[in-house]
């Protein structure tokens, strides 16, 4: 099984006006699909669907951008990138090529805190 599929559009609209179907979605050899587009204010867009996981649209997802980055680095011949992911809460992410690592930094929202006793 394929981790991700990554499907690549021409356009920040185009991304924005998927109607996904998570059953076709859900169905595929993958853990999950990536749509990306380069951006119309930002350098690429995405959106990031992983239905058989439980998660039909992720609103930002750090993993997709350790896909995405090297692949948008490599298109647009640099290797500091912001991007946004157009989910409905969204998020904008700032990323980085470290050689062969990814770096992503951006704002978060705390969900869960707690202790763990050993």
Known sequence: ??????????????????RPDFNRIAA????AVISSAPGDHVDFVSRFFAPAAG????????????????????????????AHQVSARGGELWC????DRVTIAGAT?????????I
């Open 55 to 82: 998660v039909p649209e992720d609103p930002a997802t750090g993993s997709a951008h350790c896909t995405l980055t090297p692949y948008r680095a490599q298109k647009l011949g640099k290797n500091k990138l912001i």
């Open 28 to 31: 595929l050899d993958a853990f």
């Open 96 to 99: 980085e090529m470290l050689g």
């Open 109 to 117: 929202v705390e969900y869960l805190r707690g202790e763990i006793t």
């Open 1 to 18: 099984m394929a981790r991700d599929i990554l499907a690549v559009f021409d356009s920040e609209d185009e991304i924005k006006r998927l």
